[in-house]
């Protein structure tokens, strides 16, 4: 058996660790590798094995492997402040367990010294430290010893607290180039430590022993950021001190020498100005004349202002520092003495405006100036005028001598008075014009006229000189009279001019235009306006026309004078073909003679033009139809003026689209004088309009608003009903309007409760005819249907109440003697207490019925209703009765009978009155009742309205109205137009019947209209009462009048009647 053995030979260590100790260096450990033998033994002797273990565990002893450890010594900071410690590791790596070691200390107190041991074998790896240096350590083991290698060294610095601040002398953060500074090091409690200083920028580290740092010449490279440190020794110094900025200027400062504009009284005052910089001291000089050298006034003050008396040259310097720095010299001022006289400045002649050409002096004054030698100084506009007289004189202004004017006068060189007061002259370039008026330009016969001549400038002096003729005549003597200056009163004819004229030598303005001044003749003019309206409107035609009463076969030229914006032309006519507001105003006019003599003016008329078109406003009455009624048509045109023809429409509906078409009434194709209209047998809803027109051409005024006329009553043609088939509904109740009638098309229309026309789009949905309303509509309203053939159906009013109570009731009228039924709805809950009806705001009823049945309406039942529950009341509804015709098996014969005999009769009649009327106009033929009306057709309207109102009256007392119409050929122009006479009469006619036979009426009343063919167009009327002879009746002993019948006749000559 074979075994290797290393063996490590030590030799000449211990001679290279005392040369380091000699040296004071980090020790630096040197091992040789000695021959290493491998013992070969073999296993045969017993001595030899003992010797090989003996030799073999010695030097396992020794040393196992070759080489040594170096220890890592680490520090938590490298910096001590104040009394605190630092903690130092020392750290031999691959070493299991620190324990079996020991630990030698080592400090150095700069890089040239040599270690010191501060500690030796001690067990502690950590230890705290409180003073500044340079530390490392190593390890080692007892028995035999041995060392680690020096661990790396660690540096330890010491900071003081005591305050370093560092300051500027002098204190100016900006300096210039050349100046002089020193930063200061300041160590607050230093006391007699010996304190080294450090400085940065880096450069200004030599030396850096210092506390402070002189710049004795300062360049732009000296600009930085300054601060410093004190140092005790290489690893003990003081924190940072602050940092103090410098910016050196390339350029020396350059004063700014300023002076007061407006002197004080006796002194002026100066400023020097440094900017940018502080501390300053002034140094003051002074020139008294242009060639002479400064002098010196005051050195060294640190006021920037002073205050001079004396006139001169002066500068300034600023200068600051030890050795003083100084700046360039400022800007020379130069200062006038001013002296006390007082200057004015005048003008001569007084006049601040003049004309081109005019001369002018203006006069510089000093006040005490006495026999001083004075040279004056004038400016225009802050420049210079070349003249050192007193007197500026301008002997021909132009436009560039306008301006503001000073002067002053002067001494010397720099001493003069104050500025004088300016005087503002104004050039204007054109010669100004006279201008010439008359009150008059004819001379009323024995009187005079006064001229007026003026010159509209805002400068005065003028004087005026008069001609007549030609212009180059002399001008007018005192043979006229002269009011005062610019007015004369002449009593002459002829041509007039003027002229002004002011100055010496004079300037005279331009000549005024002339004006011509005539005598009067006794002939009048007057102005008359076709067509005759003084007011007219925006667009019309008219004519103003100039006429001379008694003018004779003389040749007149006209004038014409007005108030408007247009002049007019000078003929004997005027015509606005389409008129203006600028045409309004009062037109008058007079006539010349070729001989100049002329008529005085005429009296004005006044033209008012409108500047808007005119509007019609239509008023239909009634608003709702009951049987029989007539229909009334009023037509106003706003701003109510004459001339008008009235033409009226009545609207057709177009569907699909949401417009009308307009049709002419059939009396209306060629207008109505009236303003009135009566529709008569209107029997459905109707929508009209109408228009006015006036003048040739003609002018037409805007369409009115259309109108509607409403009726309840139901036709076969369009017809509206609602479902359900009441007045009131709740919000939440489905309401559906339907159109019914002979058409494949509708449309619903509505006039809601915020009065507008709206579609079922708007409330509801349109299906077909049916119109659906909306749940949440809610709004009072009156709806009805309009159809794709042009016709409108029944209206009927609606109320979606978002309440808890309605009242229902019907729709539709309700026909006189039929059973009616209102009740009292509730949205929620049920009646358990009386319910109370009201007609009119009357208490009708008061019960636990929740109904009002009426057996049998009557008209009299007609009003507004309303119920109320338990302090709840629904809205009121108006409930219509329609009037029934009475049923009776005589009546057609009654009828008929008095038709024909009536008719016969009523012929014989009119036959025998149109005999009186053409023999007589003025006499009366019908003795009994009877009343003749000329005038007219508005008196038409007014009796035919007052035969509406008998109906009217007949309808509300339930007699039967039969209507009857004969016509032959009408002419509906004669009709509409010129005078016509209207004759009633009353006739009695007498049936004889059979006692105890009475059959329907017994009172009938027949109505003719009858229209003659004649020269006057007359039309008479005629009404005949047929009375039964019989008794009345009795119904329970009570006696009723007999029912009257009322037949209305409109009967025409050469009509052939068809009975």
Same mark, same amino acid.
């Given at each position: 058996?074979?075994?290797?053995?290393?063996?490590?030979?030590?030799?000449?260590?211990?001679?290279?660790?005392?040369?380091?100790?000699?040296?004071?260096?980090?020790?630096?450990?040197?091992?040789?590798?000695?021959?290493?033998?491998?013992?070969?033994?073999?296993?045969?002797?017993?001595?030899?094995?003992?010797?090989?273990?003996?030799?073999?565990?010695?030097?396992?002893?020794?040393?196992?492997?070759?080489g040594?450890?170096?220890?890592?010594?680490?520090?938590?900071?490298?910096?001590?402040?104040?009394?605190?410690?630092?903690?130092?590791?020392?750290?031999?790596e691959?070493?299991?367990?620190?324990?079996?070691?020991?630990?030698?200390?080592?400090?150095?107190?700069?890089y040239?010294?040599?270690?010191?041991?501060?500690?030796?074998?001690?067990?502690?790896?950590?230890?705290?430290?409180?003073?500044?240096?340079?530390?490392?350590?190593?390890?080692?083991?007892?028995?035999?010893?041995?060392?680690?290698?020096?661990?790396?060294?660690?540096?330890?610095?010491?900071?003081?607290?005591?305050?370093?601040?560092?300051?500027?002398?002098?204190?100016?953060?900006?300096?210039?180039?050349?100046?002089?500074?020193?930063?200061?090091?300041?160590?607050e409690?230093?006391?007699?430590?010996?304190?080294?200083?450090?400085?940065?920028?880096?450069?200004?580290?030599?030396?850096?022993?210092?506390?402070?740092?002189?710049?004795?010449?300062?360049?732009?490279?000296?600009?930085?950021?300054?601060?410093?440190?004190?140092?005790?020794?290489?690893?003990?110094?003081?924190?940072?001190?602050?940092?103090?900025?410098?910016?050196?200027?390339?350029?020396?400062?350059?004063?700014?020498?300023?002076?007061?504009?407006?002197?004080?009284?006796?002194?002026?005052r100066?400023?020097?100005?440094?900017?940018?910089?502080?501390?300053?001291?002034?140094?003051?000089?002074?020139?008294?004349?242009?060639?002479?050298?400064?002098?010196?006034?005051?050195?060294?003050?640190?006021?920037?202002?002073?205050?001079?008396? %004396?006139?001169?040259l002066?500068?300034?310097?600023?200068g600051?520092?030890?050795?003083?720095?100084?700046?360039e010299?400022?800007n020379?001022?130069?200062?006038?003495?001013?002296?006390s006289?007082?200057?004015?400045?005048?003008?001569? $002649?007084?006049?601040?405006?003049?004309?081109?050409?005019?001369?002018?002096?203006?006069?510089?004054?000093?006040?005490?100036?006495?026999?001083?030698?004075?040279?004056?100084?004038?400016?225009?506009?802050?420049?210079?005028? +070349?003249?050192?007289?007193?007197?500026?004189?301008?002997?021909?202004?132009?436009e560039?001598?306008?301006?503001?004017?000073?002067?002053?006068?002067?001494?010397?060189?720099?001493?003069?008075?104050?500025?004088s007061?300016?005087?503002?002259?104004?050039?204007?370039?054109?010669?100004?014009?006279?201008?010439?008026?008359?009150?008059?330009?004819?001379?009323?016969?024995?009187?005079?006229?006064t001229?007026?001549?003026s010159?509209?400038?805002?400068?005065?002096?003028?004087?005026?000189?008069?001609?007549?003729?030609?212009?180059?005549s002399e001008?007018?003597?005192?043979?006229?009279?002269l009011?005062?200056?610019?007015?004369?009163?002449?009593?002459? %004819?002829?041509?007039?001019?003027?002229r002004?004229?002011?100055?010496? +030598?004079?300037?005279?303005?331009?000549?005024?235009?002339?004006?011509?001044?005539?005598?009067?003749?006794?002939?009048?003019?007057?102005?008359?306006?076709?067509?005759?309206?003084?007011?007219?409107?925006?667009?019309?035609?008219?004519?103003?026309?100039?006429?001379?009463?008694?003018?004779?076969?003389?040749?007149?030229?006209?004038?014409?004078?007005?108030?408007?914006?247009?002049? $007019?032309?000078?003929?004997?006519?005027?015509?606005?073909?389409?008129?203006?507001?600028?045409?309004?105003?009062d037109?008058?006019?007079?006539?010349?003679?070729?001989?100049?003599?002329?008529?005085?003016?005429?009296?004005?008329?006044?033209?008012?033009?409108?500047?808007?078109?005119?509007?019609?406003?239509?008023?239909?009455?009634?608003?709702?139809?009951?049987?029989g009624?007539?229909?009334?048509?009023?037509?106003?045109?706003?701003?109510?003026?004459?001339?008008?023809?009235?033409?009226?429409?009545?609207?057709?509906?177009?569907?699909?689209?949401?417009?009308?078409?307009l049709?002419?009434?059939?009396?209306?194709?060629?207008?109505?004088?009236?303003?009135?209209?009566?529709?008569?047998?209107?029997?459905?809803?109707?929508?009209?309009?109408?228009?006015?027109?006036?003048?040739?051409?003609?002018?037409?005024?805007?369409?009115?608003?259309?109108?509607?006329?409403?009726?309840?009553?139901?036709?076969?043609?369009?017809?509206?009903?609602?479902? +359900?088939?009441?007045?009131?509904?709740?919000?939440?109740?489905?309401?559906?309007?339907?159109?019914?009638?002979?058409?494949?098309?509708?449309?619903?229309?509505?006039?809601?409760?915020?009065?507008?026309?709206?579609?079922?789009?708007?409330?509801?949905?349109?299906?077909?005819?049916?119109?659906?309303?909306?749940?949440?509509?809610?709004?009072?309203?009156?709806?009805?249907?309009?159809?794709?053939?042009?016709?409108?159906?029944?209206?009927?009013?609606?109320?979606?109440?978002?309440?808890?109570?309605?009242?229902?009731?019907?729709?539709? $009228?309700?026909?006189?003697?039929?059973?009616?039924?209102?009740?009292?709805?509730?949205?929620?809950?049920?009646?358990?207490?009386?319910?109370?009806?009201?007609?009119?705001?009357?208490?009708?009823?008061?019960?636990?019925?929740?109904?009002?049945?009426?057996?049998?309406?009557?008209?009299?039942?007609?009003?507004?209703?309303?119920?109320?529950?338990?302090?709840?009341e629904?809205?009121?509804?108006?409930?219509?009765?329609?009037?029934?015709?009475?049923?009776?098996?005589?009546?057609?014969?009654?009828?008929?009978?008095?038709?024909?005999?009536?008719?016969?009769?009523?012929?014989?009649?009119?036959l025998?009155?149109?005999?009186?009327?053409?023999?007589?106009?003025?006499?009366?033929?019908?003795?009994?009742?009877?009343?003749?009306?000329q005038g007219?057709?508005?008196?038409?309207?007014?009796?035919?309205?007052?035969a509406?109102?008998?109906?009217?009256?007949?309808?509300?007392?339930?007699?039967p109205?039969?209507?009857?119409?004969?016509?032959?050929?009408?002419?509906?122009?004669?009709?509409?137009?010129?005078?016509?006479?209207?004759?009633?009469?009353?006739?009695?006619?007498?049936?004889?019947?059979?006692?105890?036979?009475?059959?329907?009426?017994?009172?009938?009343?027949?109505?003719?209209?009858?229209?003659?063919?004649?020269?006057?167009d007359?039309?008479?009327?005629?009404?005949?009462?047929?009375?039964?002879?019989g008794?009345?009746?009795k119904?329970?002993?009570?006696?009723?009048?007999a $029912?009257?019948?009322?037949?209305?006749?409109?009967?025409?000559?050469?009509?052939?009647?068809?009975?």
């Amino acid at each position: 058996m074979c075994v290797k053995y290393v063996l490590t030979h030590t030799a000449g260590k211990k001679t290279a660790e005392a040369k380091k100790r000699e040296t004071g260096s980090r020790l630096i450990r040197s091992e040789e590798q000695s021959d290493v033998s491998v013992l070969d033994v073999k296993m045969g002797h017993t001595l030899l094995r003992v010797l090989e273990l003996f030799l073999v565990n010695t030097l396992l002893y020794v040393h196992a492997e070759v080489g040594h450890p170096k220890p890592r010594l680490t520090v938590d900071t490298n910096i001590i402040h104040g009394k605190n410690n630092v903690t130092l590791t020392c750290s031999v790596e691959g070493s299991a367990d620190w324990t079996v070691w020991k630990y030698d200390w080592f400090k150095r107190t700069s890089y040239s010294s040599e270690a010191q041991s501060i500690r030796n074998g001690v067990p502690e790896n950590i230890i705290g430290v409180s003073e500044e240096g340079l530390y490392n350590c190593r390890g080692r083991r007892e028995d035999p010893p041995f060392y680690t290698e020096y661990s790396n060294e660690v540096t330890i610095q010491k900071i003081f607290s005591n305050r370093v601040s560092l300051t500027l002398q002098p204190n100016w953060t900006q300096i210039f180039k050349g100046e002089t500074i020193t930063l200061r090091c300041q160590i607050e409690g230093g006391g007699g430590t010996d304190w080294t200083y450090q400085w940065t920028p880096e450069r200004l580290n030599i030396p850096p022993t210092n506390n402070e740092y002189r710049i004795s010449s300062a360049t732009e490279s000296d600009s930085g950021e300054y601060r410093c440190i004190g140092r005790r020794d290489s690893y003990s110094s003081t924190g940072w001190s602050n940092t103090i900025t410098l910016t050196v200027s390339a350029r020396k400062p350059e004063p700014r020498l300023t002076a007061d504009n407006i002197p004080v009284r006796g002194t002026v005052r100066l400023t020097c100005s440094v900017e940018g910089s502080a501390d300053w001291k002034y140094d003051w000089f002074k020139r008294t004349s242009d060639s002479s050298k400064a002098q010196s006034i005051r050195n060294g003050v640190p006021h920037k202002v002073i205050e001079v008396s %004396e006139g001169g040259l002066y500068h300034c310097r600023g200068g600051r520092g030890d050795p003083p720095f100084y700046t360039e010299e400022s800007n020379e001022v130069t200062v006038h003495g001013t002296v006390s006289n007082r200057v004015s400045l005048t003008l001569q $002649p007084n006049r601040t405006q003049i004309f081109r050409g005019e001369t002018i002096t203006l006069r510089c004054q000093i006040e005490g100036g006495g026999g001083t030698d004075w040279a004056y100084i004038w400016i225009k506009d802050k420049l210079n005028i +070349p003249s050192t007289n007193n007197e500026y004189r301008i002997s021909s202004a132009t436009e560039s001598d306008s301006g503001k004017y000073w002067c002053k006068g002067r001494r010397d060189s720099y001493s003069s008075t104050e500025w004088s007061n300016f005087i503002t002259l104004t050039v204007s370039p054109n010669r100004p014009k006279a201008e010439l008026s008359a009150d008059d330009r004819d001379i009323p016969v024995g009187g005079s006229v006064t001229l007026t001549c003026s010159v509209k400038t805002s400068s005065s002096g003028w004087k005026y000189f008069w001609y007549r003729g030609e212009k180059t005549s002399e001008p007018l003597t005192t043979q006229d009279v002269l009011l005062s200056t610019g007015r004369i009163r002449v009593s002459q %004819e002829g041509v007039y001019w003027c002229r002004g004229g002011r100055g010496e +030598p004079v300037y005279y303005t331009e000549y005024s235009d002339s004006i011509s001044i005539n005598k009067i003749v006794v002939n009048k003019a007057v102005v008359t306006l076709q067509p005759n309206w003084s007011e007219i409107f925006s667009g019309e035609t008219i004519t103003l026309r100039c006429e001379i009463k008694n003018g004779g076969d003389t040749e007149w030229e006209y004038e014409w004078k007005t108030t408007s914006s247009r002049k $007019p032309s000078n003929q004997n006519e005027v015509s606005i073909t389409s008129a203006y507001v600028s045409h309004s105003g009062d037109y008058r006019c007079k006539g010349r003679k070729k001989n100049k003599q002329s008529t005085d003016w005429s009296d004005p008329i006044k033209l008012t033009v409108s500047d808007e078109k005119p509007k019609s406003v239509l008023t239909v009455s009634p608003l709702w139809l009951n049987a029989g009624d007539s229909v009334t048509l009023n037509c106003e045109v706003e701003h109510p003026s004459a001339g008008w023809r009235f033409y009226w429409y009545k609207t057709v509906p177009k569907l699909p689209d949401y417009s009308y078409s307009l049709e002419l009434l059939p009396v209306s194709s060629n207008g109505t004088e009236q303003d009135s209209y009566i529709v008569h047998g209107q029997t459905g809803t109707a929508r009209y309009v109408c228009r006015a027109e006036r003048g040739d051409p003609v002018y037409y005024t805007q369409y009115s608003e259309p109108k509607f006329v409403w009726s309840r009553d139901f036709h076969s043609s369009a017809s509206l009903t609602v479902s +359900p088939d009441r007045v009131q509904h709740f919000t939440s109740d489905s309401v559906s309007l339907n159109c019914e009638g002979n058409s494949t098309e509708w449309r619903v229309r509505g006039l809601t409760g915020n009065r507008y026309l709206s579609y079922c789009s708007y409330w509801g949905t349109m299906t077909g005819s049916t119109c659906n309303m909306y749940s949440s509509w809610q709004s009072d309203g009156v709806f009805w249907c309009e159809s794709g053939s042009g016709e409108f159906s029944n209206a009927v009013n609606i109320s979606l109440q978002d309440i808890n109570i309605i009242l229902v009731s019907p729709v539709h $009228p309700v026909t006189e003697g039929d059973p009616v039924s209102l009740s009292c709805k509730l949205r929620t809950g049920i009646f358990d207490s009386n319910v109370f009806f009201y007609r009119n705001d009357e208490l009708i009823q008061n019960d636990t019925r929740k109904e009002r049945n009426i057996s049998a309406v009557s008209k009299s039942d007609e009003g507004f209703y309303k119920c109320q529950y338990s302090e709840e009341e629904s809205p009121q509804s108006w409930m219509s009765v329609k009037v029934s015709r009475p049923e009776s098996s005589s009546f057609p014969v009654g009828l008929i009978v008095g038709l024909v005999c009536g008719t016969i009769l009523l012929l014989l009649i009119l036959l025998f009155l149109l005999y009186c009327y053409r023999s007589s106009k003025d006499s009366r033929c019908i003795s009994q009742s009877e009343r003749t009306i000329q005038g007219s057709d508005t008196n038409q309207v007014l009796n035919q309205n007052e035969a509406q109102g008998a109906v009217y009256s007949t309808l509300l007392h339930g007699g039967p109205v039969a209507y009857e119409s004969i016509k032959g050929t009408e002419d509906t122009e004669n009709v509409a137009g010129g005078s016509q006479d209207v004759t009633y009469s009353l006739i009695e006619l007498k049936n004889i019947k059979k006692k105890g036979k009475q059959h329907g009426p017994e009172e009938s009343t027949v109505y003719s209209d009858v229209k003659t063919r004649t020269a006057d167009d007359n039309l008479m009327y005629a009404q005949v009462n047929h009375h039964n002879k019989g008794k009345a009746k009795k119904t329970k002993g009570i006696p009723h009048p007999a $029912p009257t019948e009322a037949v209305y006749s409109e009967v025409k000559p050469g009509t052939s009647l068809g009975l």
